[in-house]
C-alpha cells in the first residue's frame, strides 16, 4: 500500500456528507510538487469522477495511483492546448449524459497558466455548473512568503515570452507600474530573463525554485543581483520558478518623501527643527536626513 492511500480513506471520512452533484465539471488543485499537499476533498472527488480529463492522462493516472485511485480507460480524456477546443466538447456531452467530470492540469491550479480555461468558459457557455477544488499554487505560495507590505494588490503576468523584445517590452511595462508583479518561468529561460529583469536594478525579488519540493529555495535580492545569483551555483538555475517583483522600492519611497518634506521645512525652519520634524513625520532615522540637510545647504551656498 503507498504510503498516501491512508489519505483516500481519510477524504472519504472527512466529506462523504457533501453534496457534489452531478454534471458538473470540477477544476481541480493538485501538488506542485509535495504529495502531501493534495486535498481531502480533492481525493474525495478525484474518486467520485466519472470522466478525467487531464492536460497529461499519463501524468494524471500516476498521480491518482499514487493515492490508491484506479480508474477505467473509457473515464480518461486528455485535454491539452492543442484539442482544447475539440475536448471541451467531448466534456460538455458527458456532462448532459449526468457524469461527473474533473479536469487536472499537470500541477497546482488549472486555468491559470495551464490549460483549462477554454473548457470552462465553453461549460459556462452551455450554462452547465463549475465548481472549483483549491490547493496547490506556486502564485499564492510565494507570495505568503514574500513578505509584501502594502494593500496586497499584485499583477499575474505568468510566463513572459520567449522572445526578446517582447519580453523586454514587457519588463519596461513592470519598471512603470508600482504594484507587485509575479513572473512563473522555466529553468533553460530563466538565465535570460534575469539578465533582463536586471535592469530594474534595485526593486526587490523574491525568487522560488522548486516550491514544495525537497530542494526547495526561496530567497530574496535586488533585482541588479538576480544574474549574479543564479551563476554561483548549477543548482539555482534548476527547477521551475516562481518570481514575485516587489512593488516599487519602499525605502526608496519613503526617503524620496521625506527628501520632498524636508525641501518643504528647510524653507522656513532652521535646519536641526526641519531635521527633527521630517524625522517625526516620516519615521526616517535622524542621521542621515541631517546629512542630507547639510549636503542641500552647502549646494545652495555654493
Known amino acids: 500500500m503507498s504510503r498516501f492511500e491512508q489519505a483516500l480513506a481519510a477524504s472519504h471520512a472527512a466529506t462523504a456528507s457533501q453534496d457534489h452533484p452531478s454534471s458538473c465539471l470540477y477544476v481541480v488543485a493538485t501538488p506542485i510538487g509535495n504529495m502531501a499537499d493534495m486535498s481531502l476533498r480533492a481525493l474525495h472527488v478525484l474518486s467520485l469522477a466519472d470522466t478525467l480529463a487531464c492536460e497529461d492522462t499519463r501524468h494524471s493516472q500516476t498521480l491518482l495511483r499514487l ?37 487536472l492540469s499537470d500541477a497546482g491550479t488549472p486555468a ?28 499564492t505560495c510565494l507570495l505568503s512568503v ?8 499584485f499583477v499575474f503576468r505568468g510566463f513572459l515570452s520567449s522572445k526578446s523584445a517582447e519580453r523586454q517590452q514587457s519588463i519596461l511595462e513592470i519598471a512603470q507600474d508600482a504594484r507587485a508583479q509575479v513572473i512563473l518561468e522555466a529553468p533553460h529561460r530563466i538565465v535570460a530573463l534575469a539578465k533582463d529583469l536586471a535592469s530594474l536594478d534595485q526593486r526587490l525579488i523574491t525568487i522560488g525554485r522548486e516550491l514544495t519540493k525537497q530542494f526547495e529555495q526561496i530567497h530574496q535580492l535586488s533585482a541588479i543581483d538576480l544574474p549574479a545569483w543564479l551563476s554561483k551555483s548549477e543548482s539555482h538555475t534548476r527547477g521551475e520558478f516562481a518570481l514575485v517583483i516587489h512593488p516599487m522600492n519602499l525605502l526608496n519611497n519613503s526617503l524620496a518623501s521625506a527628501e520632498r518634506i524636508l525641501d518643504l521645512l528647510l524653507k522656513e525652519l532652521p535646519l536641526k527643527t526641519a531635521v527633527q520634524l521630517t524625522s517625526e513625520i516620516t519615521g526616517e532615522a535622524r542621521n542621515p536626513l541631517y546629512e542630507l540637510a547639510l549636503q542641500k545647504r552647502r549646494a545652495s551656498e555654493a
Open 67 to 103: 493515492y490508491g485511485i484506479e480508474k477505467p480507460a473509457h473515464a480518461w480524456l486528455a485535454l491539452h492546448q492543442h484539442n482544447e477546443a475539440q475536448a471541451s466538447q467531448e466534456v460538455i456531452v458527458r456532462l448532459r449524459q449526468g457524469q461527473r467530470a474533473v479536469y
Open 146 to 153: 514574500s513578505g509584501l507590505a502594502g494593500d496586497g494588490q
Open 112 to 139: 491559470i497558466s495551464d490549460p483549462g480555461a477554454r473548457l470552462v468558459n465553453a461549460v459556462q457557455a452551455n450554462q452547465l455548473r463549475c465548481i472549483p477544488i483549491p490547493g496547490s499554487s506556486s502564485v
